[in-house]
């Protein structure tokens, strides 16, 4: 149906006739006599409009604005007019009635279950992918392996150092204070080697790796994420796990127990030096570490360190897959793996601390 143009006719001389289709293309002519015209006090009988769109609505909120009243509008109309209108308050979304305790609690455990559930299936992808691996090491990424070893391996050494021989210092210099009161100085060699092998230096360089190397982990894959990357990795046919979380995996339990086990000779090299201020020679610390500490310390120190690596590396690579999209998803994924490495770094601990008890070692 053809439109027809809208048409502003006078009645008398405060009262006009406003009538026809009142849309973009049929308004246009009346802008200009709405505009050399005085409409203060009329009156605009809008009856005869047989259609409206926005165009035509503004055009009847610059009437207003000119002091004319609107009469007897369609429905329609009436609705565009009034949605220009600046004293109306904008819409504003109806709240949500507040939950019960017990419905939030019940969303918090669901939420709870769901991570488990997505956790126990990151783990179960490792190990197909881990055997997968080993019946095609030729297809296994041996240069990103080393590239990876080599970021968290090499890379870790000047912090490790730093912290390691400061922490045997600091540690010696402590003990060894309150024990020379009973003549006992000798004895902060023992607590020092015991202590730094099987319990501080694996501690120690988790958690800096936790900083470091797991927070490196959950922001690149973040950001991968983010970029669409690991989408485009699935659609040429690579299976992220085996790809991208594979060589990062290993390369954290394989240089974990390296680097704990040069943070410990870091420290206890930290250690010497001051037993040395006390008087005691070199030979004589090593013989009381040689005689206190034995091949199982030494052992349990490392496998733990192998473990707390492998939970660096699983934890930061899972966050960083589940990342969400945008630029702050990539912070919450970095925040959530070190909360949540340093939480379970503290119960692996305290389960090796309990097996250990129970072990007699």
Same mark, same amino acid.
Request: charged share 15%.
């Given at each position: 149906m053809p439109l027809t143009e809208a048409q502003l006719r006078p009645t008398t001389a405060t009262h006009f006739e406003l009538g026809g289709d009142l849309t973009l +293309? *049929?308004?246009?002519? =009346?802008?200009? &006599? /709405?505009?050399? !015209?005085?409409?203060?006090? *009329?009156?605009?009988?809008a009856s005869a409009v047989q259609s409206i769109d926005g165009a035509? $609505?503004?055009?009847?909120?610059?009437?207003? !604005?000119?002091?004319? &009243?609107?009469? +007897?509008?369609?429905?329609? #109309?009436?609705?565009?007019? @009034?949605? =220009?209108?600046?004293?109306?308050? =904008?819409?504003?979304?109806?709240p949500q009635p507040a939950q019960h305790l017990i419905t939030r609690f019940g969303s918090r455990v669901r939420a709870a279950n769901a991570n488990f559930y997505l956790q126990i299936s990151f783990l179960g992808a490792i190990c197909a992918a881990l055997w997968q691996s080993l019946h095609a090491l030729r297809r296994f990424r041996w240069r990103e392996f080393g590239l990876q070893c080599e970021l968290v391996g090499a890379n870790a050494v000047p912090i490790i150092t730093l912290i390691s021989i400061l922490f045997g210092v600091i540690l010696a210099f402590q003990s060894a204070i309150p024990m020379r009161q009973f003549g006992a100085e000798l004895y902060v060699a023992n607590l020092l080697g015991l202590s730094l092998i099987r319990e501080l230096g694996p501690l120690i360089t $988790? %958690?800096?790796?936790?900083g470091r190397t797991g927070a490196a982990f959950a922001a690149e894959l973040g950001t991968m994420k983010v970029n669409e990357e690991i989408n485009a990795l699935v659609t040429f046919g690579f299976d992220p796990i085996r790809f991208l979380v594979l060589p990062r995996l290993l390369a954290g339990v394989l240089m974990a127990p390296l680097l704990t086990l040069f943070a410990e000779v870091v420290g206890l090299f930290g250690g010497a030096l001051v037993m040395k201020g006390f008087g005691i020679p070199f030979a004589t610390y090593y013989s009381q570490i040689a005689g206190q500490v034995n091949l199982i310390d030494l052992l349990s120190g490392l496998s733990k360190a192998? %473990?707390? #690596?492998? /939970?660096?590396a699983a934890v930061g690579?899972? &966050?960083?897959?589940? $990342? #969400? @999209?945008?630029a702050s998803a990539v912070g919450a994924a970095t925040t959530q793996a070190v909360v949540q490495i340093l939480v379970l770094l503290v119960v692996a601990d305290g389960l090796f601390a309990v097996v250990a008890y129970h072990m007699g070692w």
């Open positions: +293309a *049929t308004s246009s002519a =009346l802008w200009l &006599r /709405i505009q050399q !015209q005085q409409w203060a006090e *009329t009156e605009i009988d035509g $609505a503004a055009l009847l909120f610059e009437l207003q !604005q000119r002091g004319a &009243r609107i009469l +007897a509008l369609p429905a329609q #109309g009436q609705r565009l007019l @009034n949605a =220009l209108s600046p004293e109306l308050p =904008l819409l504003k979304p109806t $988790a %958690i800096l790796l936790a192998a %473990i707390f #690596g492998f /939970i660096v690579c899972y &966050r960083g897959l589940a $990342a #969400g @999209n945008g």
